[in-house]
T-cell receptor
Framework: DVKVTQSSRYLVKRTGEKVFLECVQD?????MFWYRQDPGLGLRLIYF???????EKGDIPEGYSVSREKKERFSLILESASTNQTSMYLC????????????FGDGTRLSIL | GENVEQHPSTLSVQEGDSAVIKCTYS??????FPWYKQELGKGPQLIID?????GEKKDQRIAVTLNKTAKHFSLHITETQPEDSAVYFC?????????FGKGTMLLVSP
């Protein structure tokens, strides 16, 4: 079974802090994704990566950056956390062939105080 | 995909009834349509998907239909059970990224 593991289920940080969210997958997937999920807005794509050291902006990249130094690991970085970044963050991975299903982790609920 | 509309936003049914969730999309290049189920406290889990060269696909109590001309696709759950209660998301894809609908909260009452 595909396993996508997010390092924290719950995280509380303060405004202005630099925040790192970590995600690891064990299926040798080329693609990895970061989404945020907010009530009434569904899942919105922040960033994705096709390969090591590659990154592409999604629909809402402002205020975020990412890092992919190893194929299995994809990190989301909040450079200077703000209260409007309080949300559920979901990581996903998939094979690179077109139209492959994405497999999700269980999410990190991040609160910025 | 560009935009995916999902309806209804909430759906309440009695156990044993059928449930139908509908999605419309706008991107003519979309050719892959997955459905995800998200239970409380968990990430979305793929339950069924369909590609554009197929009009219908069934897996036990779950089926998905696709009408490419009208640009809409639907999830059908028959003989619903309380454990079907969850939030369901449709999505479409033309390449590697998915565009999600806003979700449908399905409540199945015993």
């Amino acid at each position: 079974d595909v396993k996508v593991t997010q390092s924290s289920r719950y995280l509380v940080k303060r405004t202005g802090e630099k925040v790192f969210l970590e995600c690891v997958q064990d299926m040798d997937h080329e693609n990895m994704f970061w989404y945020r999920q907010d009530p009434g807005l569904g899942l919105r794509l922040i960033y994705f990566s096709y390969d090591v050291k590659m990154k592409e902006k999604g629909d809402i990249p402002e205020g975020y950056s990412v890092s992919r130094e190893k194929k299995e690991r994809f990190s989301l970085i909040l450079e200077s956390a703000s209260t409007n970044q309080t949300s559920m963050y979901l990581c996903a991975s998939s094979f690179q062939s077109s139209n492959q299903p994405q497999h999700f982790g269980d999410g990190t609920r991040l609160s910025i105080l | 995909g560009e935009n995916v509309e999902q309806h209804p936003s909430t759906l309440s049914v009695q156990e044993g009834d059928s449930a139908v969730i509908k999605c419309t999309y706008s991107d003519s290049a979309s050719n892959y349509f997955p459905w995800y189920k998200q239970e409380l406290g968990k990430g979305p889990q793929l339950i069924i998907d369909i590609r554009s060269n197929v009009g219908e696909k069934k897996d036990q109590r779950i089926a998905v239909t696709l009408n490419k001309t009208a640009k809409h696709f639907s999830l059908h759950i028959t003989e619903t059970q309380p454990e079907d209660s969850a939030v369901y998301f449709c999505a479409d894809s033309g390449y590697s990224t998915l565009t999600f609908g806003k979700g449908t909260m399905l409540l199945v009452s015993p």
